[in-house]
């Protein structure tokens, strides 16, 4: 079965870094869409960035610039490299599966999350 295995969450204070990975299983991981989403306490799921099977990406707006979302398809594992964060950054990350080859298709399949807290 599908299963994601998701780390690099933790506390941080604001303007640090975190790396988050994702590793997958299950499925033949170079053949879909991968994205990370958000859900921040009180708040509904989000879309952080997305990343094709060709290596296009794209990124939520409040994120641009400071975040890159990144595949290595030999060890099965999505990477979202996160600079310079912000309180607004809160909230627990997870990786998602596409159900095409491109980010613009819906995706299927989330892993349980690994938190990210920024504070202030």
């Known amino acids: 079965q599908v299963q994601f295995v998701e780390s690099g969450g933790g506390l941080v204070q604001a303007g640090g870094s975190l790396r988050l990975s994702c590793t997958a299983s299950g499925f033949t991981f170079s053949s879909r869409a991968m994205a990370w989403y958000r859900q921040a306490p009180e708040k509904e799921r989000m879309l952080v960035a997305a990343i094709d099977i060709g290596g296009r990406t794209i990124y939520t707006q409040s994120v641009n610039d400071r975040f890159t979302i990144s595949r290595d398809n030999a060890k099965n594992t999505l990477y979202l490299q996160m600079n310079n964060l912000k309180p607004e950054d809160t909230g627990v990350y997870s990786c998602?599966?596409?159900?095409?080859?491109?980010?613009?298709?819906?995706?299927?399949?989330w892993g349980k999350g690994t938190q990210v807290t920024v504070s202030s």
């Open positions: 998602a599966r596409g159900d095409t080859t491109s980010y613009s298709g819906a995706f299927d399949s």
